[in-house]
């Protein structure tokens, strides 16, 4: 049974930092690629960044770039997504996901196991 148990969020001020880490259960975690969805009040859930297998390949959604950073420890089974300055349209539940192959991007159907979404909710 795969799991993915997201920690981290919480409330922050604009320009404010938050690292977010969630642990995978299951032997495979270093075989695929794993992805951070955020979904905000009234809002579609909308890609924020992918890792391939190996940590070296990355994605990012053009409203995170630059200061969202994914990275991975497949010693740990954890991927984690650090957030820098933050603005109030950066508050949604963050979720993690499983891709199913090495290498995703941004569509949600590359993903199979979705974690229970970590909420994150930036002040003015």
């Known amino acids: 049974q795969v799991q993915l148990v997201e920690s981290g969020g919480g409330l922050v001020q604009t320009g404010g930092s938050l690292r977010l880490s969630c642990v995978v259960s299951?032997?495979?975690?270093?075989?695929?690629?794993m992805g951070w969805f955020r979904q905000a009040p009234g809002k579609d859930r909308e890609f924020v960044a992918s890792?391939?297998?190996?940590?070296?390949?990355?994605y990012y959604a053009d409203s995170v770039r630059g200061r969202f950073t994914i990275s991975r420890d497949n010693a740990k089974d954890t991927v984690y997504l650090q957030m820098n300055n933050f603005t109030p349209e950066d508050t949604a539940i963050y979720y993690c996901?499983?891709?199913?192959?090495?290498?995703?991007?941004?569509?949600?159907?590359?993903?199979?196991?979705w974690g229970q979404g970590t909420q994150v909710t930036v002040s003015s």
């Open positions: 299951g032997r495979t975690f270093s075989t695929v690629a």
């Open positions: 996901a499983r891709g199913r192959t090495f290498y995703t991007r941004k569509n949600p159907t590359e993903y199979d196991y």
């Open positions: 890792i391939g297998g190996n940590g070296v390949i990355t």
